[in-house]
DNA sequence: GACAGAATCTAGAGCGCTCTAGATACTACT
DNA sequence: AGTAGTATCTAGAGCGCTCTAGATTCTGTC
């Protein structure tokens, strides 16, 4: 079916294509009466304003680029939000990337991104490594969201902070054998493993160091592989909050309870361990915040490209819940 | 900054704009030296495919607009699974729209989608009234997902099903006065409350329904004054996950134990609901198939606009985990 | 070596808009 | 009435690509 134009508009209305554009995007310059009969027009005729062909002709948009690793995780809803809230301030629109499982799709990802001439994308999560995501900022400002990357503007949070806040919280309460689980190897995630190294050292007291992987289930049996052995600790810090419920979940399973047994702290406080029941003592690294500062040097890079890369970098809180307690005797 | 394009590639490689398109769509008809030729100055020039210019010249793309309300229900994020891995299978690109607090947002997103000439919209929990969904579609192909529009596409689960199922789930434990808290009312969403009451009205008992509001806190304190009431029930059903949360944080609050005290059932399946230590008993409705479903129904409509809405109907199946059972005596 | 047919490549129009430069209509003065 | 100044409107070029139609080169065959 033939689209109805902005021509088709103008035509019917008795004025000129450019009017319409000017109606369309509310500019100076329309007499009120005839914006109104345009628009009016527009809306009998079923026009639809094709901003592909407006991008074309004004030569890329202001729109921002939004990468977010993952749907299920809510961190990213939370960064999201922050960085709504700002575009929204600054009148900017958002084109939207989910990454998928495969991380090597992460820089197709940015590549279609910038292929819809974004002025400048914010990346959360990002899985692409350090010199790659460098490479891809040349082309389009890029601001790194939850992680630094070095060259790049990053908004993050400090955490080898948050680690140590995690690892403190459980030495104060009287652990002495907190076991770490660590997530997979990858670039820009391992200041939680020396975070948690800094405090245990600071302690006098020898890390202790599980590698995991991202699901749940593993998580789990990797849990139960420590607890069955001779030396089961007293308490765990996981590097993020999914870890820390396949932890809770091997607890459950073998009778313990979180906080007077055995002591858990996650990491994200991702909206799932304030379920009640749950209750996951866990770090908060203030995403929208997080979001908020990525957007707003994401626009401050639009209008300054050659400015020095810029770096924000917040501290983490902890959030004591249920499931740390003194350890039993 | 001065962007390169087609042009500088082609003449840099020495060949026409045109044999530098057709290597970047890798169609045929290019010799494979000269694909990788042109690739390779694309590469060293910086050179990223303007897929702006490219949808105007092709008249609008192939891909799909992907609208999700809320990413901090997870319940999109599996939906959006779904309708991703068709999308793939069948080499389309996505585009989304988030929608936000605000629900009259939803038609301005909808117009985005529409304003980026994508082939059809596939929307997931879109809040406008029916009326104005079927306007929109008559522009470009819509596609409600988990929601039934007259007139439109369709591919949902059966909430009277799954209403039925929870309740009657309820009844056979034994439970006499069940509660259902109902969402605030909006089109579409209506089936779990007469899904409810039909299985009350089967087995002769009497409804009752609490109107409570989305904000598990809200929820919260609907259900403390129903608690605190001279006749406090054996049961609650719940709209859905969130609310059902409201519930067990009361019960909480109160010293109660979910499945003992109060059996409390949710809706949607949402990864909250299978936190250790939450258990909540919940009605899945295969969110994943359900956008599979709307994403297959979205790329057949695109081959045949007239066709007659289409409807997916699939039966949603009950979780029993641990806040149900038999009523206190 | 001539020729048909396939493989590879090119010129140029056109997608639907925005933008620049300028035309026209309308005021409010002198 | 004449004119400057402002408000409103228009013509037409151009954004960077794809597509159609046709040109050119490369095969293999007799």
Known sequence: MPRTTMEDVAREAGVSRALVSLAYRNAFGVSEATRRHILEVGERLGYVHNRVAAQLATRGSSALGVFLQDLHNDLFAGLYDGIREVAEEHGRELVLAIGSRDEDRDAASLTTL??????????????????????????????AVARRIPGVDSAYSDNLV????????????????????????????????????????????????VVTSYAREEVAAEAARLFDAVDPPTAV???N??????????????????????SVVGYDNSSISSAPGTALTTIDLHGRDLGRAGARMAIART???????????????????RTTGPPPR
Not at 168 to 176: D, K, P, Q, T
């Open 114 to 143: 910038q292929g819809t001439r974004v002025a400048a994308i914010v990346a959360a999560g990002l899985r692409l490594p350090d010199a790659e995501a460098l490479t891809h900022s040349a082309r389009t400002p890029l601001v």
């Open 162 to 209: 948050g680690a140590r806040l995690a690892t403190e919280h459980l030495l104060a309460l009287g652990h002495r054998d907190v076991v770490f689980f660590a997530n997979p190897p990858a670039d820009g995630y391992r200041d939680r493993g020396r975070g948690y190294e800094a405090a245990m050292a600071g302690a006098g007291l020898r890390p202790r160091t």
């Open 237 to 239: 810090f996981a590097h």
């Open 241 to 262: 909050d999914q870890a820390a419920l396949g932890v809770l979940d091997l607890l459950h399973a073998r009778g313990l309870t979180p906080g007077a047994d055995v």
């Open 303 to 321: 209008s300054d490209p050659d400015a020095a890369p810029a770096l924000e970098v917040s501290d983490p809180t902890l959030v004591v819940r």
